[in-house]
């Protein structure tokens, strides 16, 4: 009966195994060492080598010769393991066998010592499969069995083992094999069954697996089943339901020339030979990956699963679009494919979908945009300077025939803001220059406006609340460079401030000097100080209390009467 190639060769020993040269060294050192573990678990992607690597470690462990890492192969044990048919190695498939009960069964099945050979071995496969209440059956056989027992856990899932199991095994990571590796050992398969195959039909079985020697050995079976003793790359393509890097070269080439009825016409040209067109978006995004990394790391780069002829090839392709093009087109292409898993209209959505890529060819990088509205005006002519805008003029006031020193001042926008809200017109303020040429003692009184409201505006206009209140209830008048306040003497200490120095300057236009006086005696006495009596108002802490300034004002805005004074540190 024939034997498929994928089981015809199976390795027999680790020299065998493609790649996982890490998982080999160390489990030969530990025969070699007498350090072998109750429990492993081996993960990584399909058709890796796991379980083959399981059944050569229990040949090695129950050898005639062993434990030895390089069994013989003569004996009844070796003989039986590779058959399948010993009592003393297990295989489970957990996908079947998965509950609580079938792991109770396994658990009495331990107790038992071997039939016949030195260890007992149970190899789970699909072990991610094995339910969490399974699992809590077998964690403590796991973690303390019989000295002759040793379990191998294979998956493809290793983040679905529990934690509580993982941690009682040594966890081995297998990885997707070598692109070359692949390559060498069909090559070395079809020499031992003579069968002619060329470069780039290997290369192509050798990208349908994936990095899984099983998945390129199957596509290697299927290939010589339909072409016979000779692989020819155009029929292997043709079978795999592959897409040629000619077929695939059209959308670069509409790409480069930014024409996109010729990408409708890739997308008629699939629909007519009946392609699967989800299966040309993945090859699509193959594609410019393989585009993209050729364009960044050369030719000879490895991280292209290509023949050498096919890699010289995409390099001088990729060396008509630049990086920031080949990662926009990767882009797309990826998005496209994720939409046509879902797509109603697949044919709707890959025509959009190449479109698309043309009209992102024809985007420009912002420096390059930016330039490019630059560029005309540097170099353009150099245009005629345009002549001065002259203001009309005014109608000349008298005044204005006067020299400018002599000019007077326009009103400052706190009396034009005055005049707003008083709905008549601001009077003109007089010269300053007659003011200073006349005496000071002699100047008459400055009766432009209201010196109190240009500094209140002023001052609340500038957020200073405090100077304000103090100016609202205080008289000014100016006369010469003098500035007369009669304020009460709560508020007497305010005009002190720098602050209102300076208000006066930027108000008036120049500094004056201040005359601060109280208003005469007369009138009656502050609010509230009538109301005590005059043994209490004679206290000394009723009498520091009610000449407090901030007490004073207090009474003055919001009036009252003041009771009682109590100190309250006594």
Known sequence: MYQVIARKYRPQCFADVVNQGHVKNTLENAIAQHRIAHGYI????????????????????NCIQGPTATPCGECASCREITAGGTVDVIEIDAASNRGINEMRELRENVRYQPARDRYKIFIIDEAHQITNEAFNALLKTIEEPPPWAVFVLCTTEAHKIPATIASRCQHFSFRSVDFEDLIQRMAWICQQEGIEADAEALAILAAAGEGSVRDSLSALDQAIACCGNKLDAAEVRALLGAFSLESLEKVTQALASGDSRAMLEVVDELECNGHNLQHFSRELSRYFRNLLVTRVAGADTRLV????????????????????DLTRYLQLSLDLFKDLQYSLQPRFHLEIGLVRLVQAGRLLPIEQALASLGGPARTAPAAAPAPPRIASPRPAA?????????????PSPFELDRAKKAGARPEEPQSSGANALAPAA????????????????????????????????????????????????????????????????????RPLRLKLSAPEAAGPSPIGIAALPKTEAGDDVTGRALSHPEVRRFREVFGGEVRKVRNLKE
Not at 469 to 482: F, H, K, M, P, Q
Request: hydrophobic residues 40%.
């Open 442 to 509: 002699e100047a008459p009184p400055m009766t432009v406006g209201d010196p109190r409201e240009r500094l209140h505006a002023y001052l609340h206009e500038k957020g200073n609340a405090h100077l304000a209140d103090a100016v609202e209830n205080a008289s000014l008048t100016i006369a010469g460079g003098d500035l007369n306040v009669v304020a009460p003497k709560s508020y007497a200490r305010y005009f002190k401030d720098p602050g209102f120095d300076e208000a006066v300057r930027q108000v008036f236009g």
């Open 42 to 61: 081996f993960s990584g992607q399909r058709g890796t080598g796991k379980t083959t690597i399981a059944r050569i470690l229990a040949r090695c462990l």
């Open 398 to 410: 008298p005044s204005q025939t006067a020299p400018r020193e002599m000019a007077p001042a326009r």
């Open 305 to 324: 699963a290509a023949s050498a002829a096919q890699r010289e090839k995409l390099a001088a392709i990729a060396g008509g679009f630049s990086e920031e």
